[in-house]
């Protein structure tokens, strides 16, 4: 049987109701894999929400990585919320290619590493495509341009079911940045694809086309299916939804 990639462009997604997809996404996921009755389909997705600017923070954040009040964020109009992904604070928002892998990780011999580094080297080889050299930093997730960051990581695991997953600057404000020290790092400097490529950087819909092919392609998958919006979040029950969103309420501050 062929393993097909189920992609979708979700469009504007307000950050609860991305975590409560892919929560409801995660459970089926496993339903089909466990051979539930309920006839759910084994489809492993790539999901990429353009969410409004929030601060997410990990399991391995403090809260220590924010530079500034919490009620000046609300005053900005910037959602916190706290996520069972790893990793520490981050920000997501406009110009950013955030991307969401729900996938089945007993198919890759449950190797939570290597899912993480495969994410990480789609995204060195898209920006290579691009024309900008990247690389990892030992000890350090993510995916730098010299000495500056230009993605940042953070995946989680649910019986076996890999989620959460990566974010790219393609062409974001980086002044966002500037409310915090990302992924707990200070000293560090965001950067982006349009800082670095001006007028010749890729645009999100090619940004997310080339980037689904590559993961499709490093994860040993034979194809990709897109799959329009309106079909994920109907496929997605409402009663999932509201269970799963009601888990992220009480992770959100």
């Known amino acids: 049987m062929k393993r097909i990639l189920s992609v979708c462009h979700l469009g504007p997604t307000p950050y609860g109701e991305g975590i409560a997809l892919q929560e409801a996404l995660v459970r089926r996921r496993v339903a089909a894999r466990d051979g539930d009755p ?68 007993e198919q890759r011999g449950r190797d939570l590493h290597r899912f993480l580094r495969d994410l990480e080297e789609v995204l060195i080889l898209a920006l290579e495509r691009w024309g900008i050299p990247a690389r990892r930093v030992p ?25 959460h997953g990566f974010a790219l600057n393609v062409a974001p404000d980086l002044g966002f940045f500037e409310l915090i020290h990302p992924c707990g790092l200070r000293g560090i400097q965001m950067t982006s694809v349009a800082a670095r490529l001006g007028a010749s950087a890729p645009t999100l819909d090619r940004a997310r086309q080339e980037v689904a092919e590559l993961l499709a392609d490093r994860r040993g998958y034979d194809g990709i299916r897109g799959v329009p919006a309106e079909e994920v979040r109907n496929l997605v029950s409402s009663i999932e939804i509201s269970r799963a969103a009601q888990t992220t309420a009480h992770h959100a501050a």
């Not at 950013?96 to 990780?105: E, F, H, K, P, S």
């Not at 000890?139 to 989620?163: D, F, N, P, Q």
Request: aromatic share 10%.
């Open 38 to 105: 309920g006839g759910a389909e084994a489809t492993d997705w790539l999901l990429f929400p353009d969410h409004p600017p929030v601060l997410t923070m990990g399991r391995g954040g403090s809260g220590q990585g924010l530079r500034v009040s919490r009620e000046s964020l609300a005053e900005r109009g910037i959602e916190w919320f706290e996520v069972a992904r790893g990793g520490d604070l981050t920000w997501h928002g406009p110009g950013q290619l955030v991307g969401y892998a729900i996938m089945d990780l």
């Open 139 to 163: 000890g350090r997730t993510g995916v730098w341009v010299g000495e500056e960051k230009i993605a940042s990581l953070g995946i989680a695991v649910r019986h076996w079911v890999g989620y």
